[in-house]
């Protein structure tokens, strides 16, 4: 009979499916489930991914309340041992090409390229814009959303002039920069941006024998029709830099956008930290005057991250709250202050487009030569 009192003590494992009690007392420890993605059967796949997650989600409640647990004895000082996200900026390899603040040889490399005299604000660009043979009536708009955004630009119709002829009229007429624009399927996918005026700095690329060679060819062409002096001209220009274009949106489809005024922006250039970084910045930096107008309160930003430029064109907006701010006149400790009442003073962000991403595909040297260019740097596929 006790043996049989035992037996009903027990409960049954196959009753209604319920697991046997623990009589020993002793907290079990949940055992860690692998990811199950390798489980052939569909039912067990998903018994298991199912515990999974539960794993997943009880580990990481654990955690929470431990580091909120060691934040509370901490105190004061729970922000020292405040952990950062991780993200894919903040996890990527550290790039062996990146320039520190204090590299005098980056300062002095800057300080004589081509793009000196447009940061130094002694030369102004202009810019000459063309697209493809026979572009689209949609290109347009976009065509003028960069008029909008981009200073002193110029829109000429390309008709069937090849980029060579176009670059020889744009340095005749002292433009700085020639822009062509491409696009496929009605939307703008790729910018050709090459810099016309001629500068030293472009010429270190000649051996001394081309120079003297450029020089006797020049002399001899006085008397002559002077091809061989724009062919000088040429060859002096550079770099030449072929953007990839993506997610473009107008100006008109931005929303809540304001109207870009005729006033000079402001220009942030953000994330330029390697070298090829620094190359990129400094020629988009140079399609811009370095004469801000403050006035008009707008920003052009070219923002690189993970290798794309993402380019926004913003105005900042000052505006004053109806919730007046209440400040002691006297100070603190003064009897005969008066409370004065002054209006808060907000700022926001208006966004006046266009939106549009970059993506650097290479840089020539000289204006533009698919024959004889030299690249400087050429984008390779892994």
């Not at 491409?182 to 700095?201: D, F």
């Not at 988009?284 to 052009?300: C, D, E, I, M, T």
């Not at 505006?319 to 701010?325: A, Q, R, W």
Request: a positive charge; hydrophobic letters at 30%.
């Amino acid at each position: 009979m006790a043996n049989n009192a035992k037996k009903k003590a027990r409960p049954s494992t196959s009753l209604k499916g319920k697991k046997p009690a623990n009589t020993s007392g002793v907290a079990k420890k949940r055992t860690d489930v692998k990811n199950p993605s390798k489980i052939r059967n569909k039912l067990k796949r998903s018994e298991m991914y199912g515990k999974y997650l539960a794993d997943k989600r009880q580990k990481k409640r654990e955690l929470r309340l431990q580091r909120a647990k060691e934040a509370e004895e901490l105190g004061e000082d729970a922000h020292a041992a405040k952990q950062t996200p991780r993200t894919l900026d903040n996890t990527r390899e550290q790039e062996p090409t990146t320039v520190r603040q204090d590299d005098d040889e980056v300062a002095v490399d800057e300080a004589e390229d081509e793009f000196a005299e447009y940061f130094a604000d002694t030369v102004r660009p202009k810019i000459l814009l063309t697209t493809r043979p026979r572009p689209s009536r949609e290109l347009f708009h976009f065509i003028a959303d960069l008029q909008r955004f981009l200073p002193k630009l110029y829109f000429y119709p390309r008709k069937s002039y090849s980029i060579k002829d176009i670059c020889t009229y744009g340095t005749n007429r002292e433009f700085t920069h020639l822009i062509v624009l491409s696009e496929k399927s009605k939307v703008c996918n790729g910018m050709i941006v090459s810099h016309l005026r001629p500068s030293v700095a472009a010429n270190h690329g000649l051996d001394s024998s081309m120079e003297e060679a450029e020089k006797e060819e020049a002399d001899e062409a006085e008397d002559k029709d002077g091809s061989n002096d724009e062919k000088n001209l040429l060859r002096r220009g550079g770099p030449t830099a072929f953007f990839k274009v993506s997610n473009v949106i107008l100006s008109a489809d931005v929303p809540d956008h304001g109207s870009a005024s005729s006033h000079v922006p402001e220009l942030v250039l953000n994330g330029f930290s390697t070298r090829l970084g620094h190359r990129a910045g400094r020629f988009l930096g140079s399609l811009f005057p370095h004469n801000a107008q403050f006035r008009g309160r707008q920003v052009a930003t070219f923002h690189n991250q993970r290798d794309y430029i993402f380019v926004r064109h913003h105005r900042y907006i000052f505006e004053e709250s109806n919730k007046p701010l209440v400040t002691n006149a006297g100070g603190e400790g003064d009897g005969d202050g008066k409370d004065s009442k002054k209006k808060k003073t907000k700022t926001r962000l208006q966004e006046l487009g266009p939106r549009f991403t970059l993506k650097l595909r290479w840089i020539q040297e000289g204006t533009f030569d698919t024959q004889f260019g030299e690249y400087e740097w050429i984008h390779k596929r892994k």
